[in-house]
């Protein structure tokens, strides 16, 4: 993800079109330099793209003034620790997502990077996705008159890793090492509601591991501790209810990877990474339940395309592009480390009402927030004590 979308697609395309336009029609060039562990890598990777400077020695960087920027795409575990010393440093933040291992750690490092009066960002990139942001237009223009659910599929089969090579990473499965698909995916579920519907005001979430033994890079086995699937259901602002399924153990049967269904009482619609189909109210079709006759009525055809009016470009580079105005023209910018801590703390909460089967609600974040769910485990033993009784 590091190399593909941010490197390769955002900051080396957003040099080879003369730096990132201004609103005042100016562009401002940006300058790289890769800092990673492996110093092989990284002089093969800047040969590779024409990129002048590199580094193993992430704190000497850091104290070079010339480097404004620091971006963050490590692996979960190292990352909180990374962030501290850039913030530390006074440099600007930008990171992909979960921003660290737990809430109370998110909700610090937000602290800290308000404290420090460093601006900040956090990889939003599903927003950016062209079907999604044609589903933005529709509830922006009320074409759904009163939203009343969502309905979410994400996934797909990730091989075990025996017979044919496994196209994650094999620490997505393994819990002591950070992975697990609720930790990866409900960061992401935390901003595309928060933003297209409302905030997320309870969770209910069973994760499993349904596949308790993969095969890692070099084709020996492993205990795969970390949940591979996740069901959830959220409660949101105004009544809304979102149903979402996250999975890499299930096989397609959709038009693509991602694929939300809204409805309203005007109408519906489908979005997809790049699709997007609507059905209005006023042709909606009537079905009548009767088992016993075949239906041949054709469903699909019931729906329409929403036409493709924007040119978008890829969404990882759109985000980089705002976060870069954001830190020369001093705008305002919402997709910080606080927000990266509210998804932390649904990814918290998911795991922790599937460990008990509760549904838990979900308080607002701000930076003066506890920084820990105890208001969660209290709730449970109130439950549990009334159950007693």
Not at 67 to 80: C, E, G, S
Not at 245 to 273: C, I, K, M
Request: hydrophobic share 40%; aromatic share 10%.
């Amino acid at each position: 993800m590091g190399y593909r979308q941010h490197l390769v697609r955002s900051l080396l395309a957003i040099q080879e079109q003369g730096g990132v336009q201004l609103s005042d029609g100016t562009r401002r060039q940006i300058e790289l330099i890769l800092v990673g562990r492996n110093q092989v890598t990284l002089d093969e990777l800047a040969a590779r793209h024409g990129i002048e400077h590199t580094s193993t020695d992430l704190d000497a960087v850091l104290a070079d003034p010339r480097w404004d920027i620091y971006a963050d795409f490590l692996v979960t575990k190292a990352r909180a620790t990374a962030l501290r010393k850039a913030i530390a440093a006074g440099k600007t933040i930008y990171t992909e997502k979960p921003t660290a291992e737990t809430f109370e750690e998110a909700l610090e490092l937000a602290r800290l990077a308000a404290e420090a009066g460093v601006k900040n960002g956090v990889v939003h990139d599903k927003l950016y996705l062209p079907g999604l942001r044609k589903l933005k237009r529709l509830i922006d223009s009320g074409f759904f008159g009163r939203i009343l659910s969502v309905r979410g599929e994400f996934g797909y089969w990730v091989f075990e890793g025996d017979w044919q090579p496994a196209q994650r990473p094999s620490w997505n499965y393994r819990a002591e090492d950070g992975g697990g698909i609720v930790v990866d995916m409900f960061p992401h579920w935390s901003y595309v509601l928060e933003n297209l519907f409302g905030r997320v005001e309870s969770v209910y979430a069973k994760a499993t591991t349904h596949i308790p033994e993969r095969f890692d890079e070099r084709g020996e086995a492993y205990a795969a501790t970390a949940d591979d699937a996740a069901y959830g259901v959220f409660e949101l602002e105004g009544g809304v209810i979102a149903q979402l399924n996250s999975s890499w153990t299930v096989r397609v049967d959709r038009d693509e990877l991602v694929q939300f269904q809204v409805d309203g009482t005007h109408g519906s619609a489908v979005a997809g990474l790049f699709g997007c189909k609507v059905q209005p109210r006023n042709v909606t079709p009537k079905p009548v339940w009767n088992p016993d006759l075949a239906d041949d009525h054709d469903y699909a055809g019931d729906w329409q395309d929403v036409p493709t009016n924007d040119a978008f470009e890829n969404g990882f580079k759109t985000q980089w592009e705002e976060f870069l105005r954001h830190v020369v023209e001093d705008g305002r910018y919402e997709y910080d480390l606080l927000a990266g801590a509210r998804g932390v703390l649904l990814a918290e909460l998911g795991l922790e009402s599937s460990r008990t089967g509760r549904r838990l609600d979900l308080p607002e974040v701000t930076l003066g927030s506890t920084g820990d769910t105890a208001g969660a485990d209290e709730e449970l033993a109130s439950l549990e004590a009334s159950v007693a009784r």
